[in-house]
């Protein structure tokens, strides 16, 4: 479907997966929301539209906040497409170091969103844990390991029912959740479902013939894959340190780097994602223009 020219935009939809590999292929992003299904995935959490300002295709969307935002420009000219965005008030989200460092200058204000940082780490490390750094990971998957019957294997559709009823029954655990995690059991949910047409690969964790843990991802660029969901039994200690390894080490062999995503503030996800010890933190920023 033709993409509209900016005010106007269209919600993404599944036809969309081309055009955009596409592009990211070209971009190479480092930033997570920066793929296919990504955007598609949170197309209702996020409102996302795509958008032409004169050549440059960009993504609109919402936080939840309700804040009106749009993500870096894909492609054309960017810098006028940014200077157009900016004088009609609109914020940007999503910029990274080299965008910001390349295009936003003079009288535009940046700031860190340090609750949007990618958690960035080395995938040899995630999968083989070495040294006393991971000693605690290590003690979890023991304990795991030898007090269960367990199989790892690659996720098929045929795990698809269980892996649904795994996120019922963890939505059920956890009682009332925010917004965000609302959203986020939803995408998960459809992920299962569309895997294959999506593009995304991942591992179960299997206990008595039933997944108690999943993680599914995708390749973000070249050097990166990025873990988009992970879900395990919270009453079983160390299933979730164990897909969490099992993910690095038996699926995208060829990345060197496992983009985790951000933390939305959390301070508990925080703690666990700073335990696995990030070679860097992908700084994300918002935008606007100043006032004169």
Known sequence: MEIPRYPHARAIEIGDKQLLDTVFSEIQPRVSEMSFAGLYLFR???????????????????GY???????PPLTGDIAGALDFLFADGIELYGADDVFVS???????????????????YLREELAALPGNRFHNKKNRINYFTSHHEYKVELFERRHELECLAL??????????IN????????????????????GLAGVVVSVGGIVR???????????????????????????????????????FQECKYVNREQDLGEAGLRSAKLSYKPIELVKKYRAVLGSS
């Open 213 to 251: 843990a999943f993680e599914l991802g995708e390749r973000l660029n070249r050097e990166t894959a990025v873990c988009h969901f992970e879900k395990s039994d919270p009453f079983m200690d160390g299933i979730a340190q164990l897909v969490n390894r099992e993910f690095s080490r038996l699926i």
């Open 167 to 176: 996120l019922d029954e963890w939505r059920r655990i956890r009682g009332k």
């Open 65 to 71: 906040d309700g804040r009106s935002y749009f993500l």
């Open 44 to 62: 209702e959490a996020h409102d996302y539209q795509l958008t032409m300002v004169a050549d440059a295709l960009v993504v609109m969307g919402v």
């Open 179 to 198: 917004l965000s995690g609302g959203y986020e059991v939803k995408a998960a949910a459809e992920a299962v479902v569309r895997a294959d047409e999506l």
């Open 102 to 120: 390349r295009y936003l200058r003079g009288a535009i204000v940046t700031k860190e969103d340090r609750d949007a940082f990618d958690y960035l």
